[in-house]
């Protein structure tokens, strides 16, 4: 089993910065890739941008330039610097682990963009 935290959202307006943070705590070694995924109203939950544990990324189109993922000197921690943002990347944002067996999901939290 693995658990994951979120934290860093919140209201901010377009042009701004804002850090999510997630932390996984369980069986942390079954996982092999992290990523944040973002749920807005009335549509269907997309990627964001994903790490692996080798250390390979791959973000959505719509994030490239503005968003970075990484990951903490423990590697159970994830983080996603999100700059310029702008009223479309209004959403709820899940942290993501991925194992061989099952992905776990955080319990979302929210990002809102004001214009």
């Known amino acids: 089993q693995v658990q994951l935290v979120e934290s860093g959202g919140g209201l901010v307006q377009a042009g701004g910065s804002l850090r999510l943070s997630c932390a996984a705590s369980?069986?942390?070694?079954?996982?092999?890739?992290m990523g944040w995924y973002r749920q807005a109203p009335g549509k269907q939950r997309e990627l964001v941008a994903r790490?692996?544990?080798?250390?390979?990324?791959n973000y959505a189109d719509s994030v490239k330039g503005r968003f970075t993922i990484s990951r903490g000197n423990a590697k159970n921690t994830v983080y996603l610097q999100m700059n310029s943002l702008k009223p479309e990347d209004t959403a709820v944002y899940y942290c993501?682990?991925?194992?061989?067996?099952?992905?776990?999901w955080g319990q979302g939290t929210q990002v809102t963009v004001s214009s």
């Open positions: 993501n682990a991925g194992t061989y067996y099952r992905d776990y």
């Open positions: 369980g069986s942390i070694f079954s996982i092999n890739a």
């Open positions: 790490i692996t544990s080798g250390g390979s990324t």
